[in-house]
């Protein structure tokens, strides 16, 4: 049972400090380098849209924001630059379990001022939610996190648990796990598409091949211990509604948004399927870029096929945004 405080000031006061931050957890670095994380994906400076259009959407959806914020699992700020910008609320707290992380966000604001939040900062595993006061936040935000927590349900509990009456747990950039079975699905007809084609398979190709397809079948699966693995789960919207639902949080689910649809100039991120599917082998699983233009020439019937097929609607659902509001009491 977590202490009562008067305050968030009250409560962070109390809080260990380690290197200047906060402490909740022990330090846990992530499982590869995090200075190549922005390098990975081509970031080379802050990024505003993101936290801006996950701020415009709380205020959409008349999410209390009079209390302070906690985003869990910063990375490299891609998220956490925009929303201490524009989150009206009165403190933020950003978190990540590797110190390295936190850095590498820390730096995203040398220089900069004009931040309504007061920013601090924590070493915070997800799974040590219990140490937070009851009731103390309006918004719980996640950027592509969910999917590294092993035990969902009790981090959504949790979540409830500190959240106020009307705030909200928002999270973006989640797998959903019937938009990679399908990903999965059309990538293993690659190879036979390849020989008909008169191209022979190279073992690089077929390593990044199956590394991508036993990911996919890992995170599908929930009879396996996952303890020890970086990317643990995939989802479905349902499930994510059924269990807010147990704890009194009510979802509303954006498929194939991401935060920055809800920022000027409210352009939708996702194109098509086939453009989501080659951005991913491409850039989160480093297909080499021969075998990449290969498969924009020979698998191009096929992706033609599920574009046509969601030419009018969005899908299929490959990643999304939950809003959980918690229901008053």
Same mark, same amino acid.
């Given at each position: 049972?977590?202490?009562?405080?008067?305050?968030?000031?009250?409560?962070?006061?109390?809080?260990?400090?380690?290197?200047?931050?906060?402490?909740?957890?022990?330090?846990?670095?992530?499982?590869?380098?995090?200075?190549?994380?922005?390098?990975?994906?081509?970031?080379?400076?802050?990024?505003?849209?993101?936290?801006?259009?996950?701020?415009?959407?709380?205020?959409t959806?008349?999410?209390?924001?009079?209390?302070?914020?906690?985003? #869990?699992?910063?990375? @490299? %700020?891609? $998220?956490?630059? !925009?929303?201490?910008?524009?989150?009206? &609320?009165?403190? =933020?707290?950003?978190?990540?379990?590797?110190p390295?992380?936190?850095?590498?966000?820390?730096?995203?604001?040398?220089?900069?001022?004009?931040?309504?939040?007061?920013?601090?900062?924590?070493v915070?595993n997800?799974?040590d939610?219990?140490l937070?006061?009851?009731?103390?936040?309006?918004?719980?935000?996640?950027?592509?996190?969910?999917?590294?927590?092993?035990?969902?349900?009790?981090?959504?509990?949790?979540?409830?648990? #500190?959240?106020?009456? @009307? %705030?909200? $747990?928002?999270? !973006?950039?989640?797998?959903?796990?019937? &938009?990679?079975? =399908?990903?999965?699905?059309?990538a293993?007809?690659?190879?036979?598409?390849?020989?008909?084609?008169?191209?022979d398979m190279?073992?690089?190709?077929?390593?990044?091949?199956?590394?991508?397809?036993?990911?996919?079948?890992?995170?599908?699966?929930?009879?396996?211990?996952?303890?020890?693995?970086?990317?643990?789960?995939?989802?479905s919207?349902?499930?994510?509604?059924?269990?807010?639902?147990?704890?009194?949080?009510?979802?509303?689910?954006?498929?194939?948004?991401?935060?920055?649809?809800?920022?000027?100039?409210?352009?939708?991120?996702?194109?098509?399927?086939?453009?989501?599917?080659?951005?991913?082998?491409?850039?989160?699983?480093?297909?080499?870029?021969?075998?990449?233009?290969?498969?924009?020439?020979?698998?191009?019937?096929?992706?033609?096929?599920?574009?046509?097929?969601?030419?009018?609607?969005?899908?299929?659902?490959?990643?999304?945004?939950?809003?959980?509001?918690?229901?008053?009491?």
């Amino acid at each position: 049972m977590s202490i009562v405080f008067d305050s968030f000031s009250d409560w962070i006061q109390q809080l260990p400090k380690w290197r200047g931050w906060l402490q909740l957890s022990p330090a846990r670095p992530y499982m590869h380098a995090e200075e190549a994380y922005d390098i990975q994906y081509g970031l080379t400076a802050p990024e505003v849209g993101e936290g801006q259009g996950l701020c415009a959407l709380l205020q959409t959806h008349r999410v209390d924001t009079t209390g302070p914020a906690l985003e #869990i699992g910063c990375g @490299s %700020g891609y $998220l956490t630059y !925009g929303l201490a910008r524009h989150y009206p &609320g009165p403190d =933020l707290l950003i978190t990540d379990p590797s110190p390295a992380f936190l850095r590498l966000t820390q730096r995203q604001f040398d220089g900069a001022s004009d931040f309504a939040a007061c920013r601090h900062y924590a070493v915070l595993n997800a799974d040590d939610l219990h140490l937070l006061p009851t009731g103390m936040f309006s918004v719980i935000a996640l950027r592509s996190t969910l999917h590294h927590i092993l035990k969902v349900d009790d981090f959504i509990a949790a979540c409830a648990r #500190i959240l106020r009456p @009307s %705030g909200a $747990l928002i999270m !973006g950039a989640e797998p959903c796990e019937s &938009g990679y079975l =399908l990903m999965a699905a059309v990538a293993q007809s690659i190879p036979n598409a390849l020989k008909a084609a008169g191209v022979d398979m190279l073992p690089a190709w077929t390593e990044r091949l199956n590394d991508f397809t036993d990911t996919v079948k890992f995170c599908c699966l929930r009879d396996i211990e996952k303890a020890t693995a970086e990317d643990k789960h995939f989802f479905s919207p349902h499930q994510l509604a059924g269990l807010g639902a147990a704890h009194g949080l009510q979802l509303q689910f954006f498929p194939t948004a991401s935060f920055r649809d809800f920022a000027p100039p409210y352009i939708h991120s996702f194109h098509c399927f086939s453009n989501s599917f080659l951005i991913y082998l491409q850039y989160c699983m480093s297909f080499p870029v021969d075998f990449m233009t290969l498969i924009r020439v020979h698998l191009k019937d096929q992706l033609r096929f599920i574009d046509e097929c969601h030419r009018s609607h969005p899908g299929p659902d490959i990643t999304g945004v939950f809003l959980f509001k918690k229901l008053p009491s």
